[in-house]
């Protein structure tokens, strides 16, 4: 069965600051896998995505992961914060194309200046 | 292009009465997902449909939850009867080749 485990609930850091978030999976088969993030009262919003091409992967808003099979990570990263990537982010994976997603338990970004 | 629209945004209801939540997935999408979001988790899927048929329901927990898609668009997903356990917000997130998932606003739930 495929799990996903994020690695600290919450992250606090200075504005300009790196951001890393971490993201371990278990799966059976190659994953696709993805980071989503949720600003309050909103849905969750795509940022990027692995499906088996290239392991870095980059995202919207300066964000990007890299996919390390032998670590069995896909922890995003992004080299400065800013105060508007406060938010809620949650990594998550599936097995092929179209199934559903199954979700971390989500990591809160606090940004300081 | 219009998102996923969600209906009601906020519900309040006591335990025990019924309630309903509407989804208005992306035009042209056929496949659409209902997450249940609890305080302090990831979403977790309810029941996927594919155009007006379900594809997986495992997680649904059927005694009290059912929905519907029909004619492959609009889905309605109801509880009768609601437990407190049911506090949540209700994703809605629809799927045009299974690549990406794009996700509603959500329905906040309280039972009290």
């Known amino acids: 069965a495929q799990s996903v485990t994020q690695l600290g609930s919450h992250v606090s850091v200075s504005e300009g600051a790196l951001v890393l978030l971490r993201c371990n999976y278990s799966s059976s088969v190659p994953p696709y896998l993805f980071w989503y993030v949720q600003y309050p009262n909103q849905g969750l919003q795509l940022l990027l995505k692995?499906?088996?091409?290239?392991?870095l992967v980059k995202g919207i808003n300066g964000f990007e992961a890299e996919f390390k099979k032998s670590e069995t990570s896909f922890h995003l990263t992004k080299p400065s914060a800013h105060m508007s990537d406060a938010a809620e982010y949650f990594c998550?994976?599936?097995?092929?194309?179209?199934?559903?997603?199954?979700f971390g338990k989500g990591t809160t970004l606090s940004v300081s200046s | 292009e219009a998102g996923v629209a969600q209906s009601p945004r906020y519900k309040i209801i006591e335990k025990r009465q019924s309630v309903a939540f509407w989804c208005n997935p992306i035009s042209g999408h056929a496949t659409l997902y209902w997450y249940q979001q609890i305080l302090g988790q990831g979403p977790k899927l309810l029941i996927q449909?594919?155009?007006?048929?379900?594809?997986?329901d495992s997680q649904l927990p059927k005694d009290r939850f059912s929905a519907e898609r029909l004619k492959g668009v609009d889905s309605t997903l109801k509880i009768q009867p609601a437990k407190l356990e049911d506090s949540a917000v209700y994703l809605c997130?629809?799927?045009?080749?299974?690549?990406?998932?794009?996700f509603g606003p959500g329905t906040r739930l309280t039972v009290l």
């Open positions: 997130a629809s799927s045009l080749d299974g690549n990406e998932q794009f």
């Open positions: 692995y499906t088996s091409a290239a392991t």
């Open positions: 998550a994976v599936s097995d092929q194309a179209g199934t559903a997603l199954i």
């Open positions: 449909f594919q155009n007006n048929g379900v594809v997986d």
